[in-house]
């Protein structure tokens, strides 16, 4: 398993917001994703509008993944529509 950063920008309306994330919560868990650690950045403008929204709630979460899972992953989190944008990095070392 490798450690990846996942970072992921959620709509700053709160129910959209806790839809989002216990359905990504529930993503990861069905992958058999190990959550780390998550870290809430909170409320930031966009670079640009994404979904007709300039402003989104940020969460990090540091996991731990099969890299055949990330494909998986990155498929399903597409679908989910209380998602602005998600971004899967590798962590080295």
């Known amino acids: 398993m490798r450690r990846y950063e996942l970072t992921v920008i959620f709509p700053l309306e709160e129910d959209q917001h806790a839809a989002g994330r216990q359905h990504l919560l ?11 650690k998550t870290d809430e950045t909170g409320d930031r403008d966009l670079a640009y509008e994404i979904k007709k929204r300039k402003r989104g709630k940020y969460v ?3 996991i731990k993944a099969d890299p ?8 399903v989190f597409k679908l989910n529509t209380n998602l602005l944008k998600y971004l899967f990095v590798r962590v080295e070392g």
């Open 26 to 36: 529930n993503d990861l868990a069905a992958h058999g994703v190990e959550i780390e």
């Open 60 to 62: 990090l979460f540091t």
């Open 68 to 75: 055949a899972k990330i494909t998986g992953l990155d498929r």
